[in-house]
């Protein structure tokens, strides 16, 4: 299949800064793609979503930004926090394909 | 709040042995996954199901199988478990129609020695 690619395995994050997660994907037809995290013990859980025919998508203290020339995604979180330790997942879908394709994980971890 | 429980968090199981892990939804989802999940790996789709008594392969389905006989219950199967299929397994489902918002339960972590 195709593959959804995240650039680090590990961030390390001073509290209050902002963070940046990336994540590059291949598959040309991908249309929809979006951002899980997943705090230890716990399943994934949806963090924000973007369509491809939007290069920009906020959330509460996250944005998620597409570059499809690149085939690029990003995830920005603002003001970063202590219970934002997790480890992030991007994945994606193309078509009338439901089925998501997730990438390798970055695990995002806050200094005090 | 909507719910997708798998039964089982641990388990500890032997080389050969048959194990079930079972998932659960009370979201009344059509579609229901199974994945693995892997250091460094992410999460790989096992098997999926779009429909009762319907099931489809996902990119590694090799010594699994799925059951679904009601809409709220998938079951992935391990008919002769072998160590390298220790890892953590996630059950999701999904509503058919809308966005691809995956619902997840809290995972099993499958141990096989």
């Known amino acids: 299949g195709e593959s959804v690619g995240l650039h680090l395995p590990t961030l390390s994050v001073q509290e209050g800064d902002n963070s940046i997660i990336n994540c590059a994907y291949s598959n040309s037809a991908s249309d929809y793609f979006i951002w899980y995290k997943q705090e230890s013990g716990k399943g994934p859980q949806f963090i924000i979503d973007?369509?491809?025919?939007?290069d920009k998508r906020q959330g509460q203290r996250v944005t998620v930004l597409l570059n499809k020339t690149v085939k690029h995604l990003s995830l920005q979180i603002a003001a970063t926090q202590p219970g934002d330790s997790a480890v992030y997942f991007c994945a994606e879908s193309g078509g009338n394909d439901y089925k998501l394709s997730f990438g390798a994980g970055t695990t995002v971890t806050v200094r005090a | 709040d909507v719910k997708v429980t798998q039964s089982s968090r641990y388990l500890v199981k032997r080389t050969g042995e048959k194990v079930f892990l079972e998932c659960v939804q009370d979201?009344?989802?059509?579609?229901m996954f199974w994945y693995r999940q892997d250091p460094g790996l992410g999460l790989r789709l096992i098997y999926f199901s779009y429909d009762v008594k319907m099931k489809e392969k996902g990119d590694i389905p090799e010594g699994y199988s799925v059951s679904r006989e009601k809409k709220e219950r998938f079951s992935l199967i391990l008919e002769s478990a072998s160590t390298n299929q220790t890892s953590m397994y996630l059950c999701?489902?999904?509503?058919?129609?809308?966005?691809?918002?995956?619902?997840f339960g809290a995972g099993s972590r499958l141990t096989v020695l």
């Open positions: 999701a489902s999904l509503q058919r129609s809308g966005a691809n918002v995956l619902t």
């Open positions: 979201m009344d989802h059509e579609n």
């Open positions: 973007i369509r491809s025919n939007m």
